[in-house]
């Protein structure tokens, strides 16, 4: 849902060609939703560059397989041909790597993201945010009671946990919110949020 939400933004604000950078694609799966919604209003627009970047070989062997005409690229979002990038686009999405960064790197990455719009660009992004005290503690145990009841077993579930521990550092909003207010990013506006889970859209 998200992914059909933020594809929407994306397809209005490129009904007339532009560039798209998406950072973490994995399976690429938010360009398969701008492909839909562009079917939806009439087709893609000739004068459309698509580029998706991932730190995974195997996630880009996928996407070199599944999105045919999209430019890919192996990418660690901590190395210097992101961080020296000179290149510049309409619209950046980037769901849920943020927190995969160390804390120290994320500020950072977080700027040279918005340093990458041209004027007038978008910043399509989502991330898992820390909620410190019981409120936090409360939307963990309905996060997990919603994987239980969809699906999940407890062990998958601890087995997820395991494996993600010491390897995500989640931001809080206002930490968040601050890199971006700070860069003076406007028009920053939540689309979607399910306790800790929130995307948004801000714009150069």
Not at 36 to 48: E, F, H, Q, V
Not at 176 to 190: A, E, H, K, P, Y
């Amino acid at each position: 849902l998200a992914h059909a939400m933020h594809a929407a933004i994306a397809a209005d604000h490129l009904k007339d060609g532009g560039s798209v950078l998406d950072i973490g694609a994995s399976h690429g799966e938010f360009f398969h939703a701008l492909f839909r919604r562009y079917d939806k209003i009439g087709g893609i627009p000739n004068n459309l560059s698509l580029t998706a970047t991932d730190v995974s070989y195997d996630m880009c062997a996928i996407m070199s397989q599944s999105l045919p005409g999209v430019t890919i690229i192996q990418q660690d979002l901590m190395e210097n041909p992101f961080l020296q990038s000179t290149a510049k686009y309409d619209f950046i999405n980037c769901m849920y790597v943020l927190q995969f960064l160390p804390e120290f790197a994320q500020g950072l990455v977080l700027t040279k993201m918005c340093t990458m719009l041209k004027p007038g660009g978008i910043l399509s992004i989502g991330q898992k945010e820390a909620k410190p005290g019981v409120i936090g503690d409360c939307l963990h145990r309905h996060y997990i009671e919603f994987r239980l009841e969809n699906g999940y077993t407890q062990a998958e579930i601890d087995a997820k946990t395991h494996a993600l521990k010491n390897s995500m550092w989640p931001m809080t909003h206002e930490v968040f919110m601050g890199v971006l207010t700070g860069f003076g990013m406007r028009n920053i506006s939540t689309v979607t949020r399910n306790g800790v889970f929130a995307t948004y859209i801000a714009q150069r």
